[in-house]
């Protein structure tokens, strides 16, 4: 059944209440100012499990994941963990038949845990710890990514095998997002320069891993950055990296067949945000490939792509509780959550919107700030949002596109526990992750 045909049944409305293009498909307003989500009402939700929640849609998740899959058959699809790792939504990802880009050994743990398949996994990371590298190896990771002369050392010792590696290349390509997610220019600490005038540059690369009797090299891998809504920036990563692949043949003698582009699609936050256009990337990823390699008689490259935030972002919302409102100079909405679990305005200076969900109000809306309950006055999670005058303590309130880096980044500040991860399916609630308690906070903490 689709959701315009499950609406009526649901009592909802239309689902172009809510902002376009932010809130996962499965939401809709239902009676008296109800949000559904994934077919189950946000306050249920939040009278059974607490709040904050992050409230996960299962099937929005299977079917971004799938709709990687469907737009490159031939490709691998590779979701990024860091984006959130919990057992459920790996074994998801297992079935929609991804492959997984881990980055430590705690990631691999929970990979492991689940039987993801190792010869579906890539290990990431520009600091590998030699845990790291030997959770990869007992394991069975097909694919190590190295980052440093200093690693392909580290690793070549670990290995008696053929384990395969690609090498991160610095493809220098601005991908016009902001710094601290921009990884493929010079300057920045990951992969290895195009430059042979410093230490870490590729060629040096290519060869110390071509001298590790262990290892064996199996293609090159790039990453551009993250929250990127542009496709010509991996059109022009594509190109660069294909030219690094025929010089290797030419200097090297070696013929590399596999390539990664990373990952790194955008999500809207807010509706005016640009997203990521799948279709047109494919199309234009595709040309720049073929184009490249025919002209230079080099074999297309089987492609590898890693796809975090585009796959669980959109699917995720987060439901918080008002605590106060303090009526000033401006208006100040303060909830039970904050920067510990959405690090992502204060790091990033990303913006949110939210909405009252659980009641209608017909008071005039009034810009305010929604901050939470952190001892930072840079606490905020949304700011100019139109909310109803009367908001007040015990209202709830729900952020869209919480899914990818919030579970993922979320902290103990202050000593606060982390919110629990509740996937929803078809109106069914499923707790994935709990709340952490005092009690947890409390055994970490030896004396
Ligand atoms: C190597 C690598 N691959 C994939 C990703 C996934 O990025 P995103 O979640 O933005 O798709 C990241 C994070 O930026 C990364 O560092
Ligand atoms: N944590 C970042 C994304 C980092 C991607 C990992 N390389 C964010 O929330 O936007």
Redesign the pocket.
Known sequence: MTLSELLPSLGCEAADHLEPGVWPRSTCLGPGGELLFAGAPVSHLAARFGTPAYLLDEDEVRQNARAYRTALPDAEVAY?S??LCTRAVLRWIAEEGLSL?TCSAGEIAVARSIGFPPERILL?GNAKTPEDLKAALSYGVRRIVVDSLDEIEQLGALTTGAQQVLIRVTPDVAAGTHAA?T?GTEGQKFGFSLRGEVRDNLDRAVSAVLAQPGLRLAGLHC?I???VSRVDFYEQAARKMVGVLVRLRETHGITLRELDL????AVRYLPGDAGFDIDGYVRRLRVALAYECASNGFPLPELTI?????IVGPAGITVYRVCAVKRGSRTFVAVDGGMSDNARPALYGAAYTARLVGRRSRAARRPVTVVGRHCESGDILADGLALPDDVHPGDLLAVPCTG?YHHSLASNYNLVGRPPVVGVSRGTATLLVRRETEEDLLKRDLG
Not at 262 to 265: A, E, I
Not at 306 to 310: D, L
């Open positions: 990024a860091k984006a880009d990431h997610i990884t990453h950055g993250s929250q990373g990952g790194g699609h890693e796809p975090g935030r585009a990818a």
